[in-house]
T-cell receptor
Framework: DTGVSQNPRHKITKRGQNVTFRCDPI?????LYWYRQTLGQGPEFLTY????????KSRLLSDRFSAERPKGSFSTLEIQRTEQGDSAMYLC????????????????FGAGTRLSVL | DQQVKQNSPSLSVQEGRISILNCDYT??????FLWYKKYPAEGPTFLIS?????DKNEDGRFTVFLNKSAKHLSLHIVPSQPGDSAVYFC??????????????FGTGTSLTVIP
């Protein structure tokens, strides 16, 4: 399977704990995105990497959230001191900078990590 | 501030008939629009896209229409099949801003195709 892989698929944690999610993008994709999706809503942009550089962050990404992509391959999203409002599906997507214009502008999504904060 | 809106949370259509899903946007800077399809327990899957230089793009049973003056796009599926039953998200980006193609998503429309 050469699609976007996210781990874990589900995470249940207690309020105040830290959690970390991992995303492995499609191997030749140099762009990586994190989104958050709550019930009844569409995905909301959190942050974007081009290679290892974090180029854009949404105001939704509070100080408790941090994302890294140290070698320009996989990425991690950490949430510190989780709150019940952090409960959501966290989606990762990747896209390529190469190829035709249409191909460069399609984001491919993983299945997501569902976080439940008790 | 919801910049992309899908005002119909759900739609039911008989198999073989046309499904029309609608999407409205407010940001005139958007120049690229996509439709994604999502099954339960899976991530969104790209379906079809359209650039703002076009007003129609067709791929098999799927056609997307763009009306820039009305800031409106629609997805037509014909003929509809039971396997098309899923949640459909409209997404938009302002590619020319060169901000990495952040996508703005609508809230989705749940399509049910009745056999």
């Amino acid at each position: 399977d050469t699609g976007v892989s996210q781990n874990p698929r589900h995470k249940i944690t207690k309020r105040g704990q830290n959690v970390t999610f991992r995303c492995d993008p499609i191997s030749e994709h140099n762009r990586l995105y994190w989104y958050r999706q709550t019930l009844g809503q569409g995905p909301e942009f959190l942050t974007y990497f081009q290679n290892e550089a974090q180029l854009e962050k949404s105001r939704l990404l509070s100080d408790r959230f941090s994302a890294e992509r140290p070698k320009g391959s996989f990425s991690t999203l950490e949430i510190q001191r989780t709150e019940q409002g952090d409960s959501a599906m966290y989606l990762c997507a990747s896209s390529s900078r190469q190829g035709a214009w249409v191909a460069k502008n399609i984001q491919y999504f993983g299945a997501g990590t569902r976080l439940s904060v008790l | 501030d919801q910049q992309v809106k899908q005002n119909s949370p759900s739609l039911s259509v008989q198999e073989g008939r046309i499904s029309i899903l609608n999407c409205d946007y407010t940001n005139s800077m958007f120049d690229y629009f996509l439709w994604y399809k999502k099954y339960p327990a899976e991530g969104p899957t790209f379906l079809i896209s359209i650039s703002s230089i076009k007003d129609k793009n067709e791929d098999g049973r799927f056609t997307v229409f763009l009306n820039k003056s009305a800031k409106h796009l629609s997805l037509h599926i014909v003929p509809s099949q039971p396997g098309d039953s899923a949640v459909y998200f409209c997404a938009a980006s302002a590619h020319l801003r060169n901000t990495g193609n952040q996508f703005y998503f609508g809230t989705g429309t749940s399509l049910t195709v009745i056999p």
